[in-house]
């Protein structure tokens, strides 16, 4: 099924998505685009490369409240947070950040526990995935070709959307888009034409080409476990490293959290943050002992850990690409220069 | 002024020169990136690195930040423009390094840009100096003739605002905040060890992105450098979410300069004025 409407009107099928549900999508913001809750449809800007943040947030907000206390009183008048159990609309993701969540799918909603969270928001979720415009230019941070993934790849989305000129083609993928999408009588159908440019433009879309390298996992899993000890090696990649978080939220893949109680009066809330491997405590053990207390250390924690041990134990490598972590790193670290020069090393 | 690329030909003669004379185990300036737009601070520590050593408009970072990587008594080459400089000598003031083991190779520039923005970095943002105040040489000719404006002239609109108005843009601009700690992590004058912030015991704010977390952090941040930072830029260029800190750091150094009559970073006969204590100081503190 293929449906269309002018880019112009987009903020219609905003109105319509938020009478049935929850709303995330695109907005401007000062410094770009981010993913947020949809309260005006004419606030929804497609115009946008991609964003800041990952849409991990969608599944895997920043800081999620898990209960409400107050010390000295009995566990029954402790208060869990409620989950939003409305149906959600994710709009806009680019196809290697629609990669993401089935990496992430791993660590949430298939290896150990379950995260009720995250897999009661996934199920509620239609991903609305939104091609790459092939007439812009890539950026040059940007290798997720690397990964498999192309510029214009419909899997992993409900429904698939590609520009043609200045309208949006919506085409279902999966059934559930395929719902939805007969539901949204403020699309107008596609034409022949339409379905012919769809398939076309995602064609095209394997001719975008971002930086790329043959990457073999057993190869790159293998080498990153023999230059463990290559203090030279980590030293020189981690050189220019500040050690912030930047690469690790911005990432789509990093899932790293960290159950923080926050008291105050007498009144406490247990809740889950982002953490990320990039900074000094988070290995700060409670005897005061801290395994990583280099920059070098935590940098080549980061890389093994996408590029080796996650191919060890879940047969994937956890990245897609995007480029976000080159892109918004105060100092231009890269990490394909990194895998490149540690394939090298 | 001095071509950047003969600035880069002259950074890497002098690397090259105090690498193979042993004077120094290490430079500290700018590498390759992954293009050309995209350099890195760059610690080059071989006669081999230096031909990764690149100078262009986009090396904006402030190497000193580097400095206090190394123990105490390494010999340390580092490539620093004017605001850089300020950030060398204040950490000379706070005990951090000292002088007679650092080699500074000074870059006098006007013209750097924002990688992000494109923009051209100016006093608005930095201390709009271009020529180094302290180096041992000089790798490009000294800018004269180019009149900056006032570091504090961006003030203007800010220094509007009343102290209401003032609460409400600083607690709009930190709902912003991420927590990715980028601020301080760029910034050549953190350098505690552990950051207040990191601390567990007492743990002095919540770790999740919102208030009252975010304004603890940012506010002991900005008193902690009172008097101490140098107006370098970097904190609001390593923001990812375009912060304005610099505003508040300069509104705090102009009010330094204003009761102490001295500048960061200015000499290194110069004392922190937060460590210092003249009979002649101004009591506008105690008022």
């Not at chain 2, 271009?130 to 404006?149: F, I, M, R």
Request: hydrophobic share 35%; proline share 5%; aromatic share 10%.
């Amino acid at each position: 099924m293929l449906k269309k409407t002018a880019i112009e009107k987009i903020s219609q099928l905003a109105a319509v998505l938020m009478e049935k549900g929850t709303l995330l999508a695109p907005v401007k913001e000062v410094s770009g685009h981010n993913f947020a809750e949809i309260n005006d449809p004419q606030k929804v800007d497609l115009s946008f490369y991609n964003t800041i943040m990952s849409p991990k947030g969608a599944f895997f907000p920043h800081k999620e409240d898990f209960v409400k206390y107050k010390i000295g009183k009995p566990l029954s008048e402790a208060e869990p947070a409620v989950l939003n159990l409305k149906p959600a609309f994710l709009f806009g993701v680019r196809p290697c950040d629609v990669k993401s969540f089935e990496i992430m799918d791993i660590h949430f909603d298939a290896a150990g526990i379950i995260d009720p969270y995250w897999r009661f928001r996934r199920e509620a979720t239609t991903i609305f995935g939104y091609a790459y415009d092939l007439n812009q230019p890539v950026d040059s941070a940007d290798f997720y070709n690397t990964l498999g993934i192309y510029a214009a790849d419909p899997e992993g989305s409900d429904i698939f959307m590609v520009k043609k000129d200045k309208e949006l083609l919506l085409k279902a993928i999966t059934k559930k888009g395929e719902n939805l999408l007969s539901e949204l009588a403020v699309l107008k159908d596609g034409s022949a034409a339409d379905e012919k440019y769809f398939t076309e433009y995602v064609n095209k879309g394997k001719e975008y080409k971002t930086r790329f390298m043959t990457l073999d996992q057993e190869a790159i899993a293998k080498k990153l476990e023999d230059i463990f000890d290559n203090t030279d090696f980590w030293t020189k990649m981690s050189a220019a490293c500040l050690s912030c978080g930047i690469c690790t939220f911005v990432c789509p893949t990093c899932y790293c959290f960290d159950i923080c109680d926050d008291t105050l009066f007498g009144k406490g809330t247990r809740r889950r943050v982002w953490d990320a491997c990039m900074f000094t405590d988070f290995t700060l053990e409670a005897s005061g002992h801290n395994p990583r207390t280099q920059v070098y250390q935590r940098l080549r924690q980061k890389i093994s850990h996408k590029y080796s041990y996650h191919i060890r134990k879940y047969g994937v490598i956890s990245c897609v690409g995007c480029g976000r972590c080159t892109r918004y790193c105060p100092v231009n670290i890269d990490i394909y220069s990194i895998v490149e020069a540690a394939l090298k090393a | 002024m001095t071509e950047f690329k003969k600035i880069e030909e002259n950074l890497k003669t002098e690397a090259t020169r105090l690498l193979k004379e042993g004077l120094v185990t290490v430079v500290l300036a700018y590498g390759k990136g992954f293009d050309e737009n995209h350099p890195m601070p760059y610690a080059a520590k071989t006669i081999a690195d230096v031909e990764n050593i690149v100078f262009n408009e986009y090396c904006n970072y402030n190497m000193a930040r580097y400095l206090v990587r190394y123990p105490q008594g390494t010999k340390i080459a580092i490539a620093v423009k004017a605001a850089d400089s300020r950030a060398v000598i204040q950490l000379i003031q706070e005990e951090k390094v000292k002088r007679e083991n650092l080699v500074i190779l000074g870059i006098p520039v006007q013209g750097m840009k924002n990688p992000k923005t494109g923009e051209i970095i100016d006093s608005k943002t930095t201390c709009g100096m271009y020529n180094p105040v302290l180096y041992d040489l000089l790798l490009g000719e000294e800018v004269h003739g180019a009149k900056s404006a006032s570091p504090y002239d961006v003030l203007a609109e800010y220094e509007k605002m009343d102290k209401e108005a003032r609460w409400e843009f600083w607690k709009k601009e930190f709902d912003k905040c991420i927590r990715c700690y980028a601020c301080r992590k760029a910034c050549p004058m953190c350098y505690c060890d552990p950051c207040f912030i990191d601390q567990s015991k007492p743990k002095w704010a919540d770790k999740a992105p919102q208030s009252p977390g975010n304004m603890m952090y940012h506010l002991t941040r900005f008193h902690h450098l009172a008097g101490r930072c140098i107006d370098c830029g970097e904190c609001s260029r390593a923001c990812p979410v375009d912060i304005p800190l610099y505003l508040f750091h300069k509104k705090v150094a102009k009010e330094c300069e204003e009761m102490f009559n001295q500048a960061a970073g200015m000499s290194i006969e110069d004392k922190p004025v937060l460590v210092d204590f003249r009979v002649e100081d101004s009591d506008k503190i105690l008022e």
